[in-house]
């Protein structure tokens, strides 16, 4: 099992498991629409992905969107993705990925990284906290949602 960080060639394969994750999460499949999404993403430069590998198989990824911090003038990263195909889930595949991405945040001098999860989700929880990854208490998140 390896972690590699995502090339051009691999967004045909990585967009079966994004639309795998965006299914997990109640949307409908579309393949189209996860390898356009991916595709834009990394012709713009605007996400750095990692992928899980076992045998040839994609088993996993992590995306990491750049964010600033005006206060700390610096940079962070927000870990917005981290799937791990079900049967492959429980072989420490998800460590991997977390593992790699702070690698990079912490060769490219970032701050931080920065995530949210579900209240409910307490296997991620408690591998985050595991992680080092501190619960914040002291602010709340507000969105204002425009779709």
């Not at 299914?23 to 189209?32: A, E, I, K, M, R």
């Not at 906290?129 to 501190?134: D, L, Q, T, V």
């Amino acid at each position: 099992m390896i972690v590699k960080r995502a090339e051009f060639q691999d967004l045909e394969k990585l967009a079966i498991l994004f639309d795998e994750y965006r299914q997990f999460y109640g949307s409908s499949s579309n393949l189209t629409l996860s390898y356009q999404f991916l595709k834009q993403r990394f012709e713009n430069q605007q996400s750095v992905i990692f992928i899980h590998v076992k045998d040839d198989v994609f088993t996993g990824f992590i995306l990491l969107y750049l964010g600033f911090s005006t206060v700390a003038c610096s940079t962070y990263y927000i870990l917005d993705d981290v799937y791990v195909s079900p049967k492959f889930r429980r072989q420490g595949s998800a460590k991997q990925l977390i593992d790699t991405a702070i690698l990079f945040a912490t060769h490219k001098n970032a701050l931080r990284i920065s995530l949210e999860t579900q209240r409910t989700n307490y296997q991620s929880q408690h591998l985050y906290e595991k992680m080092g990854f501190i619960k914040d208490e002291q602010y709340y998140t507000y969105h204002c949602f425009l779709k």
